[in-house]
């Protein structure tokens, strides 16, 4: 379950994406809450996805994205008031699903990696990625070596 | 801005409507936080909506309200992971607008208290509060003596 | 990563927790959102720490839990107003860490299952989990047959 | 309770501070939640206890603030992801208490005013502010002419 130790670097990931935080993500413990740092990975995963896929293209297909699955290993604390930094890229693109995988980092340190699991639906079921899509995330894939 | 007495006692209201705090409501000082304590007054101002305003009447005159105006006086702390008892009555009822006085109490305790104006609008514009949904609000009419 | 048949019903897990949604969990879609969601879960296992470890237990040792990794699979929407069931038990007990199982549901549907390490600290580091907490523990295991 | 013109404009408020928004502030009616939107204001206002009471002067003096009441206008809706403006001021200033103005701003909209009352206190009762706090929240009032 422990990371591999190339996703605990900014540089594995083709996108990087920057969060403050917020008084409000923060709880008693002082540091901010095991369920709102999913808040930070989910914004990574909106940027993805709007780089990923044109209004035109989404709109063309009717795509709707989804998520199945969500995988977060928690690493270090994070704090208020800094900034949080997301880095994005893409892990492994199937038929109508792709798995999309992110690490979080503050002042440095790695807080925590994350994968999730997206399916492409037409707003009902699970349909294919369209082939323009499809090269949008080839080139969004992370680095594994 | 001090409230009035009666609108420390939830006597005061004709609607009461639970809702359990959670862990993720907490800030690094141990309490609720300010900004989600705001949460208990929109659930409880739900809860009125639905029984002032059945779906049926919504949809016959495509009602949808929004708010206008929310004032938020904090009286005391609250804790998890204690229920919070929200408290909820009408103090105004205009043409197209009405102001929703709210209380809120955990333990016995009032934490604090709440007025809202909300207009009912037909999607674009104020509309006419319907004669049907004016009955039902008069009817909940806060206690005021 | 598809959850195993028996983690979709209610009676495998020996607590359940009800905890209502709110309005702010909604997304624009018009269900409850991906990372909302994760409160639920949070709600369920502050609830089975609460009832596995007492108060004065955890002052003796110092018990301070951390969460260290949580999966969660979607598997159905989940909707506003109606209350949703947390059904939480124990999959593994380790030396300093267990991992919590817990399925999620709403009028009857399975909308999602997780699973959550935590690992006991001493405030600073891994710590043994005291006899008496790994007897509770060991009382609420998942039926996994 | 219609604000005033002058509070309609960013140039009012001596303190501007930029917020994201996030795909969680949003609701089902596709804009940012009127609850959410008081986050934003939240975080104008550590901005500005952080810029007028450095650390050392609130240990020097326990000082701990605690909010007493807010106000929030909502002349406008806000979407995601643009991010919004928050500008914040002193409107008034007490023994113990005061009052910040805010404004939020988004693509050069003003989405909403905000009044918020303070109490320093020593972390059980209210407490004078001390006289260097006092000299930087002076420098914080807003322009009302």
Do not use: W
């Not at 208020?80 to 002042?107: C, E, H, K, N």
């Not at 323009?132 to 080139?139: F, I, M, N, Q, V």
């Amino acid at each position: 379950m422990k990371p591999e130790a190339h996703r605990l670097t900014l540089e594995t990931y083709p996108l990087t994406h920057t969060v403050p935080s917020r008084f409000q993500d923060l709880d008693p413990l002082g540091h901010i809450n095991n369920v709102a740092i999913g808040a930070f990975y989910e914004e990574g995963r909106g940027n993805l996805n709007r780089k990923a896929f044109s209004l035109d293209l989404r709109k063309a297909h009717g795509m709707r994205m989804v998520i199945a699955d969500v995988h977060i290993a928690y690493l270090d604390e994070a704090f208020y008031p800094s900034d949080l930094v997301v880095g994005s890229g893409i892990l492994r693109i199937g038929g109508s699903s792709y798995t999309i995988a992110q690490g979080l980092f503050q002042d440095g340190r790695c807080i925590g990696t994350s994968e999730a699991v997206l399916v492409n639906t037409d707003g009902q079921k699970p349909a294919p990625i369209p082939e323009e899509g499809r090269k949008s995330l080839t080139a969004l894939m992370i680095k594994t070596a």
